[in-house]
């Protein structure tokens, strides 16, 4: 069964940066919109970014001008740069794509099982 996967969290101090990706875990027939979800403990997940198959993208004010969302349509994968992070920026990120897995098959909102983020000196 085909899944995303997301790659890259870890720890590091405030002002470091990390680089998130995320990927189908087998093949498909086409994605379209791509997307970054966090959520910290006791708080709603919230839209990070997303980025659409003609490379509009979106950003959350709070991370505006410090993360970058881009996506290599040829790997169908996303990725998402994250500088001069911040303590308030600990969380589970999770990926979320649209996917259709067989030319019959519907179009499916997928999730990943998640990626923990830690900022802390």
């Known amino acids: 069964q085909v899944q995303l996967v997301e790659s890259g969290g870890g720890l590091v101090q405030p002002g470091g940066s990390l680089r998130l990706s995320c990927a189908p875990s087998?093949?498909?027939?086409?994605?379209?919109?791509m997307g970054w979800y966090r959520q910290a403990p006791g708080k709603e997940r919230e839209l990070v970014a997303e980025?659409?198959?003609?490379?509009?993208?979106n950003y959350a004010d709070s991370v505006k001008g410090r993360f970058t969302i881009s996506r290599d349509n040829a790997k169908n994968t996303v990725y998402l740069e994250m500088n001069s992070l911040k303590p308030e920026d600990t969380a589970v990120y999770y990926c979320?794509?649209?996917?259709?897995?067989?030319?019959?098959?519907?179009?499916?909102?997928?999730w990943g099982r998640g990626s923990q983020v830690t900022v802390s000196s």
């Open positions: 979320e794509a649209k996917v259709q897995y067989y030319w019959y098959s519907p179009i499916l909102r997928s």
């Open positions: 980025i659409t198959s003609g490379g509009g993208t």
């Open positions: 087998g093949s498909i027939f086409s994605i379209n919109v």
